[in-house]
């Protein structure tokens, strides 16, 4: 069975500290990894990875895929208090169908900011 | 710029009674979809509709029924509420299930509690 799995599960850094989150998997027909913040409600949309060692950067925060040994990494530097949240990682798939249907995520990375 | 619209935002419901969560989007998304989130265990797919007309079960389906009015609404049903059913619901839309070509949106999402 497919799957997504993200570690740490959760992580306390204080601010102004650099901090690596990481998401591997094992999934079929995989199409694109894509990172997600999750504040107190809705996910929203971080970054969409297709291809490897190609970084993704947007601020503070980048990722990068290898799609060879099948993870990717997600990092924050120079951290803030509002980076606290759950960071959920999610592979997509090509093709649909099936009980998980087209996206896989994985629990989710809790990060905690200290002040 | 409503994006995706979830009601109620908070529900308790007595073991046994139903209720409709509501969903809707104005993006013109052809694929919907309904989460679960419960702590540690990430977001679970309940029912996906990849197009109007056509919905198909996700991992977790048991106990919900869903109903793709038009292409902009997208309800989930639980016919006779459990405890097991206490959890946070998301509703999500995406132009195609293929979400490498385009990001997903999440609406705000409902806590529903089942005593």
């Known amino acids: 069975e497919d799957k997504v799995v993200q570690s740490p599960l959760s992580l306390v850094v204080h601010e102004g500290d650099t901090v690596t989150l990481n998401c591997s998997y094992e999934?079929?027909?995989?199409?694109?990894l894509l990172w997600y913040k999750q504040e107190k409600k809705a996910p929203t949309f971080l970054f969409m990875l297709?291809?490897?060692?190609i970084e993704k950067k947007s601020g503070r925060l980048s990722s990068i895929l290898d799609k060879k040994e099948l993870f990717s990494i997600l990092n924050i530097t120079a951290t803030q208090t509002g980076d606290s949240a759950v960071y959920l990682c999610?592979?997509?798939?090509?093709?649909?169908?099936?009980?998980?249907?087209?996206?896989?995520f994985g629990k989710g990375t809790k990060l905690s900011v200290k002040p | 710029n409503a994006g995706v619209t979830q009601t109620p935002k908070f529900q308790v419901l007595k073991t046994g009674q139903s209720m409709t969560l509501q969903c809707a989007q104005d993006?013109?998304?052809?694929?919907m979809y309904w989460y679960r989130q419960d702590p540690g265990m990430g977001l679970r797919l309940i029912y996906y509709?990849?197009?109007?007309?056509?919905?198909d079960k996700g991992e977790v389906p048991n106990g919900y029924n869903v109903s793709r009015l038009n292409k902009r609404e997208f309800s989930l049903r639980l016919e006779s509420a459990a405890p097991s059913q206490t959890s946070v619901y998301f509703c999500?839309?995406?132009?195609?299930?293929?979400?490498?070509?385009?990001?997903?949106?999440f609406g705000q999402g409902t806590r529903l509690t089942v005593v």
């Open positions: 999934v079929t027909n995989f199409r694109s």
């Open positions: 993006m013109n998304h052809n694929s």
């Open positions: 509709s990849a197009s109007e007309g056509t919905t």
């Open positions: 297709t291809s490897s060692g």
């Open positions: 999610a592979v997509d798939r090509v093709g649909y169908g099936g009980s998980q249907g087209n996206l896989i």
């Open positions: 999500a839309s995406s132009e195609t299930l293929f979400w490498s070509r385009a990001e997903a949106f």
